[in-house]
């Protein structure tokens, strides 16, 4: 996560973070250079908070024992958010789910690091890693209760979501233990996530600029984000998405990260134009 003088970014992986955080460091830092040199010096010497800081800690599968233990990251969570800095405004950002999957199965790590054993994996696919879209969204499934820690018998939640919740809820784990669809499908939902303001990754430029706005950043300081180069970009190494995505996988992938989509639909970002505009082969 990044914390600055005025919000907390928490960093949802594969959304666009990382170009964000980038963006947030590099103008952060062009406003440490035109500091007083005391002031410098106050930071330097922690008789000052740092304006931005870069705070990384015990990455979220480590308090489910499923991975990752001792390794620490830039994804830290709600739960993870200092106490002193708990009372800033928090943001993250999202992307659709159905181009979240595309985007992480473009990205190979399920490759290079399966995300379920290996005889599990070589027992449902024989082929591995020679996977189509179809049957890695199969192998997800798989890798589940391996990435919860037990199996969710009330639901068939998606790992997004499961992922989400982690990232956003005020108590993940005592939601995760008792998920269900009733609970997916009620309004308790909204009462168990934190006030967290998304930004869309979609149109990540244009909702960065705006939020930083409102915080009194300048045209001149706004057009690093313009001029900021992509990064951890998910390339093409498979067939065209468009051949992927059919209507089965789509009520599949929306009905498993429903939890999602509504939480994000109380902040009016929905993805129905989004959705429309992938050609169904």
């Known amino acids: ?45 922690k008789l000052k908070s740092p304006l931005c800081s870069d705070y990384w800690v015990e990455n979220i599968k480590v308090k489910s024992k499923v991975g990752n233990n001792g390794i620490v990251d830039q994804h830290g969570t709600y739960e993870q958010i200092p106490r002193k800095h708990s009372h800033k405004k928090i943001i993250s950002i999202v992307r659709d789910p159905i181009s979240a999957y595309i985007s992480r ?63 956003f809820f005020k108590d993940p784990e005592e939601v995760i233990t008792n998920i269900s669809d009733k609970y997916i499908d009620s309004d308790q939902v909204f009462e168990d996530v934190a006030d967290i303001e998304f930004l869309r990754q979609e149109k990540l430029n244009h909702d960065l600029k705006c939020f930083l706005s409102k915080y009194g950043f300048t045209n001149e300081e706004l057009k690093t984000i313009d001029n900021q180069s992509k990064v951890n970009v998910s390339h093409k190494k498979r067939q065209a998405s468009s051949n992927l995505i059919t209507p089965r996988v789509l009520d599949k992938i929306k009905n498993q990260e429903r939890i999602i989509y509504r939480i994000l639909g109380r902040q009016d970002i929905s993805y129905s134009e989004l959705t429309k505009s992938i050609d169904l082969r």
């Open 1 to 45: 996560m990044i914390i600055t003088e005025y919000f907390v970014m928490l960093t949802l992986p594969k959304t666009g973070s990382s170009f964000a955080r980038k963006c947030i460091k590099d103008i952060y830092k062009q406003r440490f250079q035109k500091l007083p040199l005391h002031e410098k010096i106050a930071i330097w010497t």
């Open 105 to 167: 199965y473009n990205w190979e790590s399920w490759i290079r690091k399966p995300p379920c054993p290996k005889n599990i994996v070589q027992k449902h696919f024989p082929h591995y890693p020679n996977l189509n879209f179809s049957e890695y969204l199969k192998l997800i499934d798989l890798a589940l209760p391996y990435y919860v820690g037990h199996e969710t018998p009330n639901t068939k939640i998606g790992l997004l979501s499961i992922q989400f919740i982690r990232m």
